[in-house]
């Protein structure tokens, strides 16, 4: 199985402050997503990367950035930490078509901004 | 848009007694439908999957779900609860022109002893 692990289980920061979670998978997989997940929405996709270098935005991208230099790593970035933030991020990497294939997931960040 | 709802926030099993956890969906073309299970602080795990055929699937820890074109629906079930089986299951819809896959809000399935 599809090894994806993320640098942080539990983060506390600041608003205003920049944020980096990280999120590396083991297996090649050339599709990358990162999600949040609120009690009651479900999961939500912030962006998707279907190779290095190559982002699009998912359906609530706003306050977000991301970055994939290396195809193993997926990087989501906050520019400036709002409360509305807060939330579990979950990190999730596909190979081949992504809406037929299962999402292997890490474990998860929870992120509170205080 | 495509669309996917799990219309019960919560079910509530006997251990020993058959489950269900309902999903429904919308989507124009053919569907691909996943259910996902989430335990406390973990991320989600890969259950099952329909793509095409037979519409009874299988998948992991004795679970499996029907495929009903007619209705709709993909129903995660399985014959004999576990306490163990108490989690956050989620439902999820691919295609339809969609990038990447769509997911309901999510289903409590608690399993009493």
């Known amino acids: 199985d599809v090894k994806v692990t993320q640098s942080s289980r539990y983060l506390v920061k600041r608003t205003g402050e920049k944020v980096f979670l990280e999120c590396v998978q083991d297996m090649d997989h050339e599709n990358m997503f990162w999600y949040r997940q609120d009690p009651g929405l479900g999961l939500r996709l912030i962006y998707f990367s279907y190779d290095v270098k190559m982002k699009e935005k998912g359906d609530i991208p706003e306050g977000y950035s991301v970055s994939r230099e290396k195809k193993e790593r997926f990087s989501l970035i906050l520019e400036s930490a709002s409360t509305n933030q807060t939330s579990m991020y979950l990190c999730a990497a596909t190979r081949g078509t992504p809406h037929y294939n299962e999402q292997f997931f890490g474990p998860g960040t929870r992120l509170t901004v205080l | 848009a495509q669309s996917v709802a799990q219309p019960e926030d919560q079910v509530n099993v006997a251990e020993g007694n058959p489950l269900t956890v309902k999903c429904t969906y919308s989507?124009?073309?053919?569907?691909?439908l996943f259910w996902y299970v989430q335990y406390p602080n973990r991320g989600l795990q890969f259950l099952l999957k329909y793509i095409t055929g037979d519409n009874l699937v299988k998948g992991s820890y004795g679970f499996e779900a029907e495929f009903n074109k007619s209705q709709t629906s993909f129903h995660l079930k399985k014959p004999s609860a576990l306490v163990s089986d108490s989690a956050l299951y989620f439902c999820a819809l691919g295609g339809g022109g969609a990038d990447g896959l769509t997911f309901g809000k999510g289903t409590h399935l608690i399993i009493q002893p």
């Open positions: 989507v124009s073309g053919n569907p691909y």
